[in-house]
């Protein structure tokens, strides 16, 4: 079965799905931030946990000690709306969407936007346009430089927006990131495109095999809920779920 057509008829269903709903779901006003935040910091407090620092954006929620990354272990994160929702509901405010390098927590430095496909951020060239109605624009240059240069661990979610990623724009990423880093790939978890998931879960386990580098991170059995448009597992439950199988999969791998 040919690939070409599915994957067409995916990337139109996700632009149609995840832009709007992202924008008006998640983009909120300002102020709404500010106060997000700020409920998020007194909980924190009550708790007992310190607040963090993200970027100069003001205090952030810190992560309970089990989710944190394996000890001394600096991650650069990559990815699509995937990776925003993520980091919108673990550290409120921040604004990673678009800016690259943001730095959360003195460990994590973050490329991300929504709409990005990974062929872009592979073969693309310095300001790109992420998303068919103008999400927003990054430089994929300084995506590609963070790779050859940044820490050795790297957490990735891209090629829901490829209809599913293709083998070259895999290879064309490990050989970026070169053989001496490892990178975590989180397997795809959508339900609104049946055929390209198949397609997603296949290219990425095929490229596991590829290479000895390449670590895929399970969703399957998280039970993520992505009812609200089989695409995004909103929600803090869903993000700390996310974000803990992530961390215990790098833990494992650094252990063996």
């Given at each position: 079965m040919s690939a070409g057509q599915p994957r067409r008829d995916c990337v139109k269903a996700f632009a149609s799905r995840e832009t709007p709903l992202y924008r008006a779901g998640m983009r909120r006003p300002r102020v709404i931030l500010a106060l997000t935040a700020a409920l998020f910091t007194a909980s924190t407090m009550a708790l007992g946990i310190a607040p963090v620092q993200a970027d100069g954006a003001g205090s952030q929620r810190a992560l309970p000690p089990n989710e944190r990354q394996p000890r001394s272990t600096q991650i650069t994160i990559m990815g699509d709306s995937h990776i925003m929702v993520m980091i919108?509901?673990?550290?409120?405010?921040?604004?990673?969407?678009?800016?690259?390098?943001?730095?959360?927590?003195?460990?994590?430095?973050?490329?991300?936007?929504?709409?990005?496909?990974?062929?872009?951020?592979?073969?693309?060239?310095?300001?790109?346009?992420?998303?068919?109605?103008?999400?927003?624009?990054?430089?994929?240059?300084?995506?590609?430089?963070?790779?050859?240069?940044?820490?050795?661990?790297?957490?990735?979610?891209?090629?829901?927006?490829?209809?599913?990623?293709?083998?070259?724009?895999?290879?064309?990423?490990m050989s970026l990131a070169g053989k001496k880093r490892?990178?975590?790939?989180?397997?795809?978890?959508?339900?609104?495109?049946?055929?390209?998931?198949?397609?997603?879960?296949?290219?990425?386990?095929?490229?596991?095999?590829?290479?000895?580098?390449?670590?895929?991170?399970?969703?399957?059995?998280?039970?993520?809920?992505?009812?609200?448009?089989?695409?995004?597992?909103?929600?803090?439950?869903n993000s700390r779920a996310i974000w803990k199988r992530t961390m215990e999969t790098i833990d494992r791998v650094k252990r063996s």
């Open positions: 919108d509901a673990l550290y409120p405010g921040a604004h990673s969407n678009g800016n690259e390098g943001t730095r959360i927590d003195g460990k994590y430095v973050i490329y991300g936007i929504n709409g990005i496909k990974l062929t872009q951020v592979v073969r693309g060239r310095g300001t790109v346009k992420a998303g068919v109605s103008s999400v927003g624009t990054t430089n994929v240059d300084k995506w590609r430089k963070a790779l050859k240069s940044g820490p050795n661990t790297i957490v990735v979610d891209l090629g829901t927006n490829d209809g599913g990623p293709q083998a070259r724009d895999i290879d064309k990423f490892d990178v975590f790939w989180i397997m795809p978890y959508y339900t609104s495109c049946p055929v390209c998931r198949q397609i997603h879960d296949y290219e990425l386990k095929a490229a596991a095999k590829r290479f000895a580098n390449l670590h895929l991170v399970p969703m399957n059995d998280l039970g993520l809920d992505v009812s609200s448009d089989g695409l995004h597992a909103f929600g803090l439950a």
